[in-house]
């Protein structure tokens, strides 16, 4: 839905879309991106441990990604505009710690939905420090006169 909603084009009305940002900020958002699944749900599993199959299993139960950043941050901007600055500063400077965790100067896959929310996967994702990239553009553009993307 995030990435439905965040599109210019998308065939989500404006109360569709931020329905779906609302459950995002209360049910997905992480300090470490979105989460696949909401803690809500009966199927959620808060951890990716384990061999490889019980990992393939919790990767889209829970697991939070950095990549939808990206998709939450065009969101946040389409529905709020220069608003939305100071929300998506908080959530970059958040990264700051990440940075110097796993791959030192970089950010892993995937992390943990439950807190401390620990980096899993590779210790670092292309996908993972583009949005990263994403986010810094964003709010370098924002922090421009007009705020226009």
Known sequence: MMIAASLPFTPMSE?????????????????????????????????TIGNHSQRERAYHQGTAFPWLISFFADLSVKLFG????????DIYNGF???IQENGIGSIS????????HEGRG??????????????QYII?????KGGKK
């Open 15 to 47: 109360e569709m879309q931020k329905r779906a940002f609302d459950i995002a900020c209360s049910e997905l958002l992480t300090p470490r991106g979105l989460r696949s699944l909401s803690p809500n749900s009966e199927q959620y599993q808060g951890i």
């Open 82 to 89: 220069k608003s939305a600055l100071t929300y998506l500063e």
């Open 96 to 98: 700051e710690i990440a």
């Open 109 to 116: 896959e995937i992390y943990d939905g439950n807190p401390p």
């Open 122 to 135: 590779c210790i670092s994702q292309s996908t993972s420090v583009g949005a990263l990239l994403y986010l």
């Open 140 to 144: 370098k553009v924002l922090n421009q």
